[in-house]
């Protein structure tokens, strides 16, 4: 159902004048109304109007054009002000009237609201009646031209997307890969959609790769729901992205490797108190982060003397650069803190920084970011 101002129009009198009528018949009352009672041919015309038709002009799915070029040119205003005429004692009625037609009618008054509403009906129909030009309307993509225009979308941004989605069907649910593996030779198999037909498709924000059946699906089924939900995919992609793109930026020393290296190898350390409370932790991890803060706690506890001790060591060897290292951990926290992301997500992803820019294993990364919280670098002091 769409929006005309022939279907405005007839909404906003419909309270007041529809008296039991149907809506087809309403819409029949209203255009015999403002047409001349001497204009037979008109009048045989609307009469012959069908209630589908009818129907479509009251809520808006079609257009007047049509029946407003043929009686745009019979039109008599004084017949429709006596349509829209109210009892002269129905006070609020003629009141709550004026304020529906105040936007399309600003000097409207109980005076004059029946010339004001016959003189805005006039507009509509000669609006309608006017020759135009053809506007382009969004429409499920099923022409030739449009598969070309896909084709060429595809060309210029589908790597880009396929990239973006980490060579996965996003959709819900799916996650075939978007190439195929055939004897030993990559293809790659995959769609682009726009997501939102109303907005422009030459923009990569609004398109999206989909594996084949994804994408024929969502061509033929888009609907106000599935873009939006199709837009949160989107925008879900597009953040992940920028959070690897913002990890990439911060290269990490290769000394870092070797720290690394050493943490699965420390010896076990005797006479620890797991259940010491160590006050940076306390102080900087959120209370309702319970998981991230007992894991904390814990690597900070076992963990936290040896690994100072190693990096110190490394720096006086120069085997890393201490000072460097420490700002890179807070720089990259300070971006992360900025996404507006919480604890756990920021650990995690600084995890994975750590570990993709060393391709050290992910539990010894977990204990350097951990002495980093203890230390300061991560985390800020929760305020009070
Ligand atoms: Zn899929």
Known sequence: MGDTEFSKFADALSMYFKDGLSPEEFTRALLKSICLSSAQGVDILINDLEPRTLKGYRYGDHDITKIAE????????????????????????INSLCNK???????????????????????????????KRK?????????????????????????????????????DECS????????????LNYDVATIDPL????????????????????????????????????????????????????????????????????????NVDLNYDPVPVR???????????????????????????????????????????CDQVKLTYSNLSEQGYGQPKIYRLMTDWLASSTNGDRDSCEIIISYFIQKCEVFDVITK
């Open 70 to 93: 043929k009686i745009s040119g019979s039109l008599d205003l004084g017949r429709f002000s006596n349509f829209v005429h109210l009892d002269e004692d129905a006070e609020d009625s």
């Open 135 to 171: 506007k382009k309307l969004p429409v499920v993509d099923t022409t030739e031209s449009s598969e070309l225009k896909i084709s060429s979308l595809k060309n210029k941004y589908g790597v880009l997307l396929v990239a973006e989605e980490g060579s996965i069907c996003p959709n």
């Open 199 to 270: 907005l422009p498709d030459t923009d990569p924000n609004n398109l999206i790769a989909l594996c084949p059946e994804c994408c024929a699906r969502y061509k033929l089924s888009r609907n106000d729901a599935s873009i939006a939900h199709m837009k949160e995919i989107k925008r879900s992609l597009l953040e992940n992205n920028d959070d690897r793109e913002l990890l990439s930026e911060q290269k990490v020393q290769d000394g870092v490797r070797k720290v690394l290296e050493k943490i699965p190898k420390f010896p076990r350390p005797m």
């Open 283 to 325: 102080e900087k991890i959120k209370p309702e982060n319970v998981s991230l803060y007992l894991k904390v706690q814990v690597q900070v506890n076992v963990y936290f003397p040896a690994v100072h001790e190693t990096l110190q060591e490394m720096g006086r060897e120069h085997i890393i650069r201490f000072k460097p290292f």
């Open 101 to 131: 037609f105040r936007t399309w009618c600003p000097d409207i008054s109980p005076d004059t609201y029946e010339t004001e509403i016959a003189e805005r009906f006039q507009k509509i129909i000669e609006n309608a009646a006017k020759p």
């Open 176 to 187: 075939k890969l978007l190439f195929i593996n055939e004897n030993g030779h990559l293809g």
